[in-house]
């Protein structure tokens, strides 16, 4: 088992690129998440599914959007990239939602720099 | 409301002393808190959890002590080793369905060999 994996693991873009980036995981769980790691503010919730076809906005979810096609993939994208966008970008997954049973078993990260 | 605060941002230790962080919230609706290591270059995992029911829960050297009038958790780290360093997230999410982990802002543990 792979569990979840991200690609690509780091990046450099200019002010105004797109990109997408993909999260896939192996252990069949319903739940996927995209979070962004930046210097003292821990991890923020951008965006989540509950479900293949379903997301949901975390709380910082502006200039980002998503997509889950297929139950295993999560895909987080940047329309128009902002030096603001600069940090490093986790994917979790949980087999649940329920408090003291959600796991969240997270990806390695992409570091993503946007100049 | 909503925040989940966590002190200190970095802290050194020497090998075999005792590492400890703390948490307090103020959103009573959480009922559960997690712990989560991160070493560097990986993504964060699962370290130790507690639920509100209990006022300390301890897996090997790992501690977690819970003040619940406080609101206040902490985790201790005995006899720390420098395989421990890593970044320390403490986490609290409310036990009913379809709710969203909250994150502290994490805390950088190095300890010195």
């Known amino acids: 088992n792979a569990g979840v994996t991200q690609t690509p693991k780091f990046r450099v873009l200019k002010t105004g690129q797109s990109m997408t980036l993909l999260c896939a995981q192996d252990?069949?769980?319903?739940?996927m998440y995209w979070y962004r790691q930046d210097p003292g503010m821990g991890l923020r919730l951008i965006h989540y599914?509950?479900?293949?076809?379903?997301?949901a906005k975390g709380e910082v979810p502006d200039g980002y959007n998503v997509s889950r096609l297929k139950k295993q993939n999560f895909l987080l994208g940047l329309e128009s990239a902002a030096p603001s966008q600069t940090s490093v970008y986790f994917c979790a997954s949980s087999r649940t939602t329920r408090g003291e049973y959600n796991e969240q078993f997270f990806g390695p990260g992409t570091r993503l720099t946007v100049l | 409301q909503q925040q989940v605060k966590q002190s200190p941002q970095s802290l050194i230790v020497q090998k075999g002393g005792i590492s400890i962080i703390n948490c307090a919230y103020e959103?009573?609706?959480?009922?559960?808190f997690p712990w989560y290591q991160q070493f560097p270059g990986k993504g964060p995992a699962l370290l130790i959890a507690i639920r509100p029911d209990v006022s300390e829960k301890k897996e090997g050297r790992f501690t977690i002590s819970f003040n619940k009038s406080a609101k206040q958790f902490s985790l201790h780290i005995m006899d720390s080793q420098p395989g421990d360093s890593a970044t320390y997230f403490c986490a609290a999410i409310p036990q009913a369905y379809g709710q969203n982990f909250v994150f502290g802002p994490g805390t950088r543990l190095s300890v010195l060999p």
């Open positions: 959103n009573t609706a959480f009922d559960y």
């Open positions: 252990m069949n769980h319903e739940y």
């Open positions: 599914s509950v479900g293949e076809g379903t997301t």
